[in-house]
């Protein structure tokens, strides 16, 4: 979505220097193509988070770089659909881990997010 949206700038763009639109034109399809790639994800983002009742503000920089995330992942895995050379290897699971060890570590993480 990311690549496609600035192709369409682009190609708008262009359009536009070739007299094909007016500047007002130019700018509603701007906004077309920002809003719903970069606003409209992020203020979703957000609107989750303040209904699921977390901290918004850590997250910030998060929501301001999820745009550029979505649009290296959907790059990433369409090249993956065209160039299939992968390898699997064998993950060594040395270390036994219980359930309570895992309830300690989280309780630690949610006091240093409690105290930010």
């Known amino acids: 979505m990311f690549i496609l949206t600035i192709v369409l700038l682009l190609s708008n763009v262009l359009i ?5 639109m007016t500047q007002m034109e130019l700018f509603i399809n701007i ?15 957000a609107f989750v988070m303040y209904l699921d009742g977390k901290p918004i503000k850590p997250m910030i920089k998060g929501f301001f770089t999820y745009p550029l995330f979505m649009g290296s992942w959907i790059a990433i895995n369409f090249k993956c659909l065209f160039k299939r050379e992968t390898s699997w290897e ?7 881990i219980k359930i309570t060890d895992m309830n300690e570590e989280n309780q630690e993480e949610e006091k240093i997010v409690e105290k930010v």
């Open 16 to 20: 536009y220097f070739g007299d094909g």
């Open 90 to 96: 064998k993950i060594e699971h040395k270390r036994s």
């Open 31 to 45: 906004l077309k193509y920002l809003v719903p790639t970069f606003v409209l994800p992020s203020l979703t983002a």
